[in-house]
Structure formats: structure tokens, C-alpha cells
């Protein structure tokens, strides 16, 4: 009988040490969890724009690493869901760059890489390496897919437009980029975000598919050559237009005349009588 006391009371003793491991532990595992799964959000998501290391773009993109906005975390979450426009200021810089909604997180993951952002858990020395000057025209034919990319990304024309390069029928999938320099504060901010495209829509098409080092200089010289055009239509485009109007209208004005016919031969008869 002692025997099956002793061995309830040890059972008993080790449940009650095993309870207060897991409560002493658990909280350290799941922060260290939440912490990957911000990182990997961050990375995904948010890293190149801010840079792996947190500390933006001067005059783009403000840093996260020291910004005190970022303890905030219903702020945080705000910017995340709804986007954010400059200029802003932030440790005494200006900062000019359009931040885009991600509505596509959800409420765990934001919470995640807002956990990560103020721990300042960023990746020590981890920017984007600088790039060689690119040139616009052949940014333009990267563009166009005159110049297919190197790892076999599909060519911005197929969802976008830009300066003179319009579709007959305006936006195509994606918005137009003629002003994207402009709204990303520069060329060095488009080849940055460019190293990871900022949009749910995007990420599929080019996971596994990134867009080389060159080709996103040359891209970022080429909407920073055609930011102040005007979207303007080729003849030829407005040609086609005009055609297609026309067209409609005189199928609707063909629907809506009044139709006469002839009798019929029954109905001939009938009047002669």
C-alpha cells in the first residue's frame, strides 16, 4: 500500500513539475516563435522597402530600426492595412515615398511582424547592396519585354501601363507606373522595392523568379526618365478607339430605330377583299 503511495505522490510531483515548466517556458517559446514568424513576414512583406536591416531609404522610405511610431501597435497596424503617403517626418528626416495597404495579412500576422519590428530584431548590415546606374532605354524594353528577364519573370507590360505605352481599353491588371518614381521617392526606391515586389499580386509571380540586379537599375531609370510625361495614345490607338465607339453607337442606333416590314402575302390578300 505504501508502495502505490509512494508512487502516486512521485507521479504527482513530476505532473506538477512538468505544469510549471510549461507555464515558465511556453510564454519564452511562443515569443520566439511569434518573433520567426514576424521576421518571415517582414521579409516577405516588408523588407524591400524599410531594408532587411530596418533603416529605410533616406527620403523614401523611413527607417523602422529607433522609429518610435513603430511601439505604437495600433498605429502600426493602421499603417499596414490602410498605407501610408508622405511626407512624413520621422527622427528628424523627411520622408516621401507611398507606402501600399497590405489588406491581404491577416490579424495574426500583423501582430507578428509588429511584435518583431519593436523588438528591433532586424538583420545587422542587411541593406541592399548599391547598384550600377541603370539606363532607361533599356529598362523601357525590359518593360515591354523586348529584353526578357533573366530569371523568366513575366515583362511589367502584361499587367501594366506606363507614359505612351497605354492599352486600348486604359489599366490593364495592374496601375499605371508613369508617376512611380514620383511616388516612391526616386530610382533607388523603385530598384529596392523591385528586389521584392510590395503587392500580394506580384509576390506569386515572381517567387523563385526575382528580378536581376541590373534589370531592376535599368527598370527604376526608366520610370524615373518618364515621370513628369503625359499619358497620351498613339493615332493608331485612337484610331482603333474611335472605331470601336462608332461601332457601339451604331449598333445601339440600329436596336433602337423603329422597324417597318413589308406585309405578308396573307395580309395582302386580305386587303384586296
Known amino acids: 500500500m505504501n508502495r502505490v503511495v509512494r ?34 513576414v517582414y521579409t516577405t512583406n516588408c523588407s524591400s522597402c524599410h531594408q532587411p536591416d530596418g533603416l529605410g531609404i533616406p527620403g523614401s522610405f523611413p527607417p523602422l530600426s529607433g522609429n518610435p511610431n513603430v511601439q505604437d501597435a495600433a498605429y502600426v497596424k493602421t499603417v499596414v492595412t490602410e498605407g ?20 491581404s495579412l491577416s490579424d495574426a500576422e500583423i501582430d507578428a511582424v ?12 542587411g541593406g541592399d547592396e548599391t547598384l550600377e546606374p541603370g539606363d532607361a532605354a533599356t529598362g523601357e524594353a525590359v518593360f515591354l519585354g523586348a529584353n526578357r528577364l533573366e530569371n523568366a519573370g513575366p515583362a511589367c507590360v502584361g499587367c501594366h501601363t506606363a507614359a505612351n505605352h497605354q492599352s486600348l481599353s486604359g489599366y490593364t491588371l495592374g496601375p499605371d507606373l508613369t508617376d512611380l518614381a514620383v511616388r516612391y521617392g526616386g530610382a533607388e526606391a523603385v530598384a529596392a522595392a523591385l528586389s521584392n515586389p510590395p503587392s500580394a499580386t506580384m509576390q506569386p509571380l515572381f517567387d523563385g523568379a526575382p528580378i536581376a540586379d541590373q534589370e531592376r537599375a535599368d527598370l527604376a531609370a526608366y520610370f524615373e526618365s518618364i515621370s513628369d510625361a503625359k499619358i497620351s495614345r498613339s493615332p493608331v490607338d485612337l484610331m482603333l478607339a474611335g472605331g470601336v465607339i462608332g461601332a457601339i453607337i451604331l449598333f445601339a442606333l440600329m436596336l433602337l430605330a423603329p422597324r417597318s416590314r413589308k406585309p405578308g402575302f396573307a395580309e395582302q390578300l386580305r386587303s384586296q377583299r
Open 84 to 103: 501610408l503617403s508622405g511626407p512624413i517626418e520621422v527622427l528628424g528626416e523627411t520622408y516621401d515615398g507611398v507606402m501600399p495597404p497590405f489588406a
Open 114 to 125: 509588429t511584435a518583431y519590428i519593436q523588438a528591433d530584431a532586424f538583420e545587422a548590415g
Open 7 to 40: 508512487l502516486f505522490s512521485t507521479a504527482g510531483i513530476a505532473l506538477s513539475l512538468l505544469v510549471i515548466a510549461t507555464i515558465v517556458l511556453l510564454p519564452g517559446l511562443a515569443g520566439a516563435q511569434a518573433e520567426d514568424d514576424g521576421q518571415t
